[in-house]
């Protein structure tokens, strides 16, 4: 009876707020890669910019004032010069991207990190520079994968998903408190861990699929070579050592990613014997 109660009421409501105010659209183009995915967007594009360009400087400043900001003006100079590449090609996905307000600088940290943010707010960290010593190959696949999440604007993406999770986990957590005779708060928390794992999580691991594919598309275009992308991760595996289990995990497993990233990188070699015949 009571699974009954949440078929006949409990279910549609949840659905129905997830649908309320749904946007869908299409961020980029297809590309070589195929990545034609529509996205459902409850956040503003223009909001989104605004607070990343807000969190950017506060980061930079924050590194700046403790003298961990563009340290090595080698490394700056590197960075930049493969970001500036790929940004030239970035029209490939979409046609605004090479106008963006584009900021790249690099951290003196520890962490292998790198990451692009919302309108072309890059930062790389010495870390990942220093531990894996990439080459400019692979440096330019780790940049065109975080570049790829800023021009599918999967931060806006996810943004609007935790939005619609939260008020769905608030409204289906009184409804089943009430039926229950347990703490609205408890049920609220128990729809959210469960949408977590069942909707957020694997999303969260195609999105990143998505950026691996159009990340070793722009490094193509831009000349270098997107075979890279495979040893870059085949390092990246054997400096992580252990993972979690792949569907507890935002991310693929880098097997998983590995046999992702041979078969793009193979369907976009013209594009990468093209842009190298180009003066």
């Known amino acids: 009876m009571r699974s009954c109660f949440l078929?006949?009421?409990?279910?549609?409501?949840?659905?129905?707020?997830?649908?309320?105010?749904?946007?869908?659209?299409?961020?980029?183009?297809?590309?070589?890669?195929?990545?034609?995915?529509?996205?459902?967007?409850?956040?503003?594009?223009?909001?989104v910019d605004r607070s990343a360009a807000k969190a950017y400087h506060e980061a930079m400043g924050a590194a700046q004032?403790?003298?961990?900001?563009?340290?090595?003006?080698?490394?700056?100079?590197r960075?930049?010069?493969?970001?500036?590449?790929?940004?030239?090609?970035?029209?490939?996905?979409?046609?605004?991207?090479?106008?963006?307000?584009?900021?790249?600088?690099?951290?003196?940290?520890?962490?292998?990190?790198?990451?692009?943010?919302?309108g072309g707010k890059v930062a790389v960290y010495t870390g990942l520079i220093e531990q894996l010593r990439p080459t400019d190959d692979e440096l330019a696949a780790v940049l065109g994968h975080e570049i790829a999440h800023a021009l599918r604007e999967h931060g806006r993406e996810k943004a609007g998903q935790e939005a619609g999770l939260n008020v769905a986990a608030a409204v289906g957590g009184a409804l089943i408190g009430a039926y229950f005779g347990i703490d609205a708060g408890l049920g609220q928390s128990m729809i959210g861990g469960v949408g977590d794992l069942a909707f957020m999580r694997p999303n969260s691991r195609e999105m990143e699929q998505?950026?691996?594919?159009?990340?070793?598309?722009?490094?193509?275009?831009?000349?270098y070579d997107p075979q890279a992308a495979i040893s870059l991760w085949e390092k990246m595996g054997r400096v992580a050592g252990g993972q979690p289990p792949q569907w507890l995990s935002t991310h693929p497993s880098h097997q998983s990613r590995i046999a992702d990233l041979r078969v793009y990188a193979q369907r976009v070699q013209p594009l990468y014997s093209a842009a190298r015949r180009s003066p």
């Open 7 to 47: 078929r006949q009421w409990a279910l549609p409501v949840l659905a129905a707020v997830l649908a309320t105010a749904c946007a869908t659209t299409r961020t980029t183009g297809g590309g070589s890669v195929g990545v034609d995915r529509e996205q459902t967007m409850l956040v503003s594009s223009a909001a």
């Open 65 to 77: 004032s403790r003298n961990l900001l563009n340290r090595d003006p080698q490394q700056l100079e």
């Open 79 to 118: 960075v930049r010069t493969i970001v500036k590449r790929l940004i030239t090609v970035t029209a490939a996905f979409r046609s605004d991207a090479p106008a963006w307000r584009w900021e790249v600088n690099v951290v003196s940290s520890k962490e292998l990190n790198a990451w692009c943010m919302p």
């Open 210 to 223: 998505e950026a691996d594919r159009i990340g070793v598309e722009l490094a193509a275009r831009a000349g």
